[in-house]
C-alpha cells in the first residue's frame, strides 16, 4: 500500500489529522491497534475516537469561553471532530455534549468511507521512518512508549486521570431528583439533581475520605490535574471544597423546599436516548464495591444502577518543549510529528486541535510549502504556544486550553470586558491567518 503520510492512533487527534491530510488530497494510512486484538485500559470500543470519560466539550460559548472559542476556530478549519460532535449534540446548557457512541461511529464511518484513508488495525512498535503523525494518546501502548522514550532520551512522564461514574436513568429516584440547569440555563432542565441538607454533605464528605482507595498510597503523591481531580482528593483538601466546587447548590431551586440545596450532585445526560447519566465531576479512584455503597447514599441514587463506575488510568506526554519545533516534529527525528494528548494538551477538543494542526503543518510540508504556526491571539496559536515553546521543559504540565495562554490584552482593561476582548481580538487573528 503507498501513500503519503502514515498516521498511528484513531482517537481525537489522529482522526482529525488523518481527515485534513485526506480532504487535502493526500493518502494516509491510519494504525489503530484498537481492533486487532489490542486496546488501552480506558476505551471500551473499536471505534475511532472513543470518548473515555465524559462525553463532554465543555463551553460552547465562543464570547467569553476559551475552549467555545476553540470549538469555534476548529469549526472554520473544517474539523471533523466538531462536525461529528454538532450533528450529536445532546442537551447539556451551555456546553456542547454528545452522544457518545453516536459521534464516534459518525466519525468512524466518515474516515473509513473517505478514499483517501485506508484505516489499518494494527499495533505500531517502532517510530516510522516515513513522514508519519504519532497520536497514540495517553495510553499509548507499551511497546511505543519505549520506544518513544529511548528516541527522545527521556522517560515521558507518567501520571492518573480517573473517570466519573454512569448511572441508568430510570434507577434515579424522581420523588427525590429534579431537572434543572444551574441558573435555568440551556434548556433549563438539562442535569438531572439530587439534594443534600448539611448533615448528609458532611456524613458524605466524611465517608469519601474514609472510603477504600484503590492502591491509594502507591499514588498519593500523583499531580492530578485540577480538571479531571477525583471526588475525594478533592474532599480531603477541607470540608467547604466540594460544596464551592462539583457539589455546589446555588443557581438550583429544589422544587420540595423552593430553596437552594445546601450541596447538590449533578448529573449530565450521556447519550442521545437520554437513558444514561453520568455523575458531573465525580472522577474517583474509589474501590467499585465501596462506589457503589457511597454513591447510592446520595438522596435520588438510593437504588442506582451504575452502567460504569469510576477508575484510574495512565496519562503518558513528552516534554514537548524540548523536544518538538514550532510545528510539533520531533527535533531529532523531524520526518515524526506528534498530535493530541500525548504533547502534552488535555481534554479531548484541545487534542482534536493539536491533531488538526500536526495534518496541517504536514499537508504544508509535502506540498513543499510552510505554514506559519496561527498567531498566539487564536485560541489555536495560545493552546500550540504552550505545549512548543511556552513552559519550562523541565515544569511543563498538560493544559487545557484557556484564557491564562493567551498574551495579554495590552492596556488598562475592566476585567468584566476582558473575556470578550480575548476573543474578538482572537477571531480576527484567526482571519488574517486563514487569509495569509
Ligand atoms: C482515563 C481518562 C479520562 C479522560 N477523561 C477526559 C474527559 O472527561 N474530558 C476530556 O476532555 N478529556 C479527557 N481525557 C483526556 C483526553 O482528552 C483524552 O485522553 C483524549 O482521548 C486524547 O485524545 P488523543 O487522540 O490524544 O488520544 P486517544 O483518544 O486516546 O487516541 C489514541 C489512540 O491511539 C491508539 N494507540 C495507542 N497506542 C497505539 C499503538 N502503538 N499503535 C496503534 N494505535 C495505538 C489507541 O488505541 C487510541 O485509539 C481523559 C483521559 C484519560 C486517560
Redesign the pocket.
Known sequence: MTYDIHI???????SEAAWQCAEAGFKVRL????GSGD??P??HTDDL??L???NSFRSDDADSNAVGLLHQELRALGSLILREGDRHRVPAGSALAVDRDGFSAGVTAAVAAHPNITVVR????ALPDTPAII???????P??SERIAAETGRDSLAFF?A?APIVHRDSIDMETAWFQSRWNKGEGTDYINCPLDKDQYHAFVAALIDGEKTEYREWENVPYFEG?MPIEVMAERGPETLRFGPMKGVGLDDPRTGRWPYACVQLRQDNALGTLWNIVGFQTKLKHAEQVRLFRTIPGLENAEFARLGGL?R?TFLRSPELLDETLRLRSRPNIRFA???TGC????E?ASI?LLAGRFAIAELRGETLAPPPVETALGALLSHITGGAEADSYQPMNVNFGLFPPIPGRTKKADRKKMYTDRARSALAEWLAA
Request: aromatic fraction near 2%; include cysteine; charged fraction near 15%.
Open positions: 498511528v492512533g484513531g482517537g481525537l487527534a489522529g494504525s489503530e491497534m484498537r486496546t488501552t480506558a476505551h475516537a472513543e473515555v470519560c465524559s494494527e499495533r505500531i512498535d497520536a497514540t494518546g495517553p495510553l499509548t501502548a511497546g511505543l486521570d473517570i479531571c488510568h496519562n493530541g494528548q500525548i488535555e481534554g479531548y477538543i487534542s491533531g
